[in-house]
């Protein structure tokens, strides 16, 4: 019988780690260069490529040309980061990479990711590093360090006999300068395509070790190599604190610049001797151990204005200037993000105005589309992480609408309502708009998304209200906005109009959400596919008739009879369709169906939406009466009522996702608005 461990041991993959761990001369790795030149990418080129190796995706939105990455859908921890709504400030962000990495300049800067709170910043920056480990444990991603050995004969490590490169350097910087052009040119590293360059210099502790050596060898570079250089496979790693580093600001008084670029080891002065010795220095700081790779500043302008002048030239010279020890290179990309009134704070620091300078602004806004802020919560509350709560539908699309509303900035032109606006950046089609008045709308919202309520806290009110109505079976849409109306007095103190204004956008969701919900009603009420469809082809030979000037044949009484215009206008008001423009729909419908039979295909009154709700909405009014909708909210509910209302909360449960409770109260209210006499169903 296998033991417990060996099955485990079974799930390892030993090739895997062999590969991952591989180890080679400096001879062996020249030899990886040139069937490869990839591996001696830089920072800036290894984050664009892993970005782009998810592919892209290119799409039009308001006549722009868009290109979508699907990396930051997170395909690695299957959507756990998956950022929703920002196609174009990731764009944006990708193009600025694919710039830096091809050195036009951008390589030079701070990227800095700007926007409100809660707007993904972080998350950008988690997935950045995220990515970049994967990628350096993938073929098409590997990269490579090295590792002084052989030094106990000579005393150059104290007791050890290996000293690894302290800052991971790329090991082609161990050719001298002088050289490297030639090498490169004689052992036919890279090509055109795929050029290696070999930039920067030795860390000032790998520095010391080659001085002493290339003495002793007595400047036979060779023997350095072969005796002392064994090349190894880097995985960068933000746990183990290679590759990938972070830096978060404290507290002033606990701030020490060291933390960026290392400290001296008071330990080791007894065994070296000096403080001024590479080797009695701990090269540890983010900016150290980030070298290869990526380190993010978290909220970068609430850093000392000594850290902040550590990033003067960590970004324009790639260079940091360790305690007592020279400039030294470095290769990494800096990535920070900071909120709006920080970003303020160093607009009006004259002092700041190099850093400003070097530094290329991302904008991360809030999202402004709903279907795309819905996705977030849906995430969030989904089934399986709700445990068996049930949310009833419409609830987080209504807490998604109302949170983009509070984002957008009253339209200045075209008669549009807020709501309006907010639908057709959602890409819904109203008559008479275009992807022109969309396009022109957006840009004369300057600070669209930059303003407006956090996902996070709706996020907060969303599980307040899970976890304040656990004794019901779910929760609804008016229980989720009550949350979040009674937030706003907490969170935005001191600012009562913007308070007032976002109780108005709450009346508005309210409203939105009685019309979805007729409509919902109306439509589980009136889905008697065969009822409809006989009132479709009722109204379409009555058209026929109309359009062709004749009679109809009473099927009853086998008369003639000219077309039933009652019947006709009593369908097309349902949808607003004037007595002036009667005979223009009419005649789409034909023309319509005209085509279709051309193409061999028949007409199914379904694919036209706006005929369909029509016919839904007649059938409704025609059953109302039979099925008394003033009794779902009573009492005392005779046997055949009850029968007609399990079915409609049957067709409620089954079509569109609720429970028996929120069924039943959907029930409830809607009949209670249809009795005040708005019988009217949303479109």
């Known amino acids: 019988m296998v033991d417990a461990i060996s099955k485990i041991a079974a799930l390892y993959d030993v090739e895997r780690y062999h590969e991952l761990h591989w180890e ?36 039009i939105d308001n006549k722009k040309r868009i290109l979508r990455y699907p990396y930051f859908d997170d395909p690695i921890d299957g959507g756990k980061d998956a950022i929703y709504g920002l196609d174009i400030p990731l764009m944006r962000l990708v193009h600025v990479l694919e710039a830096a990495a091809r050195g036009f300049g951008p390589e030079k800067r701070i ?63 161990l050719i001298p300068r002088e050289f490297r052009e030639a090498a490169i040119r004689e052992l036919r590293l890279g090509d055109d395509e795929r050029p290696v360059r070999i930039n ?26 072969r005796n002392h250089i064994r090349v190894k496979r880097l995985l960068l790693s933000e746990q183990d604190r290679v590759g990938i580093g972070t830096f978060q600001p404290k507290d002033e008084k606990n701030q020490d610049s060291t933390e960026l670029t290392g400290d001296i080891n008071y330990r080791k002065i007894a065994i070296y001797g000096s403080d001024s010795d590479p080797r009695a220095f701990n090269f540890d700081g983010e900016f150290n151990i980030a070298n290869r790779g990526i380190v993010e500043f978290v909220e970068v302008f609430k850093l000392d204005v000594a850290f902040l002048y550590e990033l003067l030239g960590a970004t324009q010279e790639h260079k940091i200037k360790p305690k007592k020890f020279a400039q030294t290179d470095i290769d990494e990309v800096i990535i920070g993000h900071t909120n709006e009134a920080e970003y303020r704070k160093l607009l009006n620091n004259e002092f700041m105005e190099a850093l400003r300078d070097r530094t290329i ?28 709560r049930h949310i009833a539908p419409h609830t987080l699309e209504m807490a998604a609408l109302w949170a983009v509303l509070t984002r957008l900035e009253e339209p200045k032109k075209h008669q549009l309502s807020l709501l309006q606006k907010l639908k057709l950046y959602d890409g819904k089609v109203l008559p008479g708009y ?14 669209e998304g930059l303003d407006g309520i956090s996902p996070r806290y709706i996020q907060d009110k969303i599980s307040n209200a899970l976890v304040r109505e656990e004794g019901a079976s779910y929760i609804n849409p008016f229980m989720v906005l009550n949350e979040l109306e009674k937030g706003l007095s907490s969170n935005l103190t001191g600012k009562e109009e913007v308070r007032a204004r976002y109780r108005e956008l709450i009346a508005i969701v309210k409203s939105e959400y009685d019309e979805i919900v007729k409509n919902e009603v109306q439509r589980a009420i009136s889905a008697d596919e065969e009822a409809i469809a006989r009132l479709a082809a009722n109204y379409i030979d009555n058209i026929r008739a109309y359009l062709m000037r004749q009679k109809l044949k009473n099927r009853y009484t086998g008369k003639d009879e000219e077309p039933d215009e009652r019947l006709m206008r009593s369908i097309e008001e349902k949808i607003d369709i004037p007595e002036s423009r009667k005979d223009d729909f009419r005649r789409e419908i034909m023309n319509y169906i005209g085509h279709l039979a051309l193409e061999g295909k028949k007409f199914v009154y379904s694919t036209n939406d706006r005929l369909r709700r029509a016919l839904e909405m007649k059938l409704f009014e025609d059953q109302k009466d039979s099925i ?27 079509n569109y996702g609720y429970n028996e409770a929120s069924a039943t109260d959907v029930l409830s209210y809607v009949s209670s608005i249809f009795a005040r006499g708005d019988l009217r169903g949303g479109e």
């Open 24 to 59: 080679g001369s400096f001879e062996e790795y020249l030899d990886i260069v040139r069937r490869d030149p990839r591996v001696t990418r830089n920072a800036f080129e290894r984050v664009y490529d892993m970005v782009v190796s998810f592919g892209q995706e290119e799409y």
């Open 111 to 173: 990227i800095l990711l700007h926007g409100p709170v809660g707007s993904a910043k972080s998350t950008i920056a988690r997935l950045l590093k995220k990515g970049l480990e994967y990628y350096s444990r993938t073929p098409a991603g590997a990269l490579y360090t090295y590792e002084w050995i052989g030094l106990r004969e000579f005393g150059l490590a104290g007791e050890d006999d290996t000293m690894p490169c302290p800052m991971h350097d790329e090991p082609l910087r």
């Open 200 to 225: 920067g210099e030795l860390n000032p502790a790998c520095r010391f070790i080659y001085q002493e050596l290339i003495k002793r060898y007595q400047g036979d570079w060779a023997k350095v190599m």
């Open 361 to 388: 602004k991302i904008d991360i806004p809030y999202i402004t589309k709903m279907s795309e802020e819905v996705k977030i919560y849906q995430k969030d509350f989904s089934r399986e992480r709700i445990k068996g």
């Open 434 to 447: 275009t992807q022109d008045h969309v396009k022109e709308l957006r840009k004369e919202a300057k600070r």
């Open 628 to 654: 008394k909708l003033s009794a779902f909210a009573s009492d005392i509910i005779d046997k055949e009522t009850q029968a007609k209302i399990d079915i409609i909360k049957d067709r409620l449960i089954k």
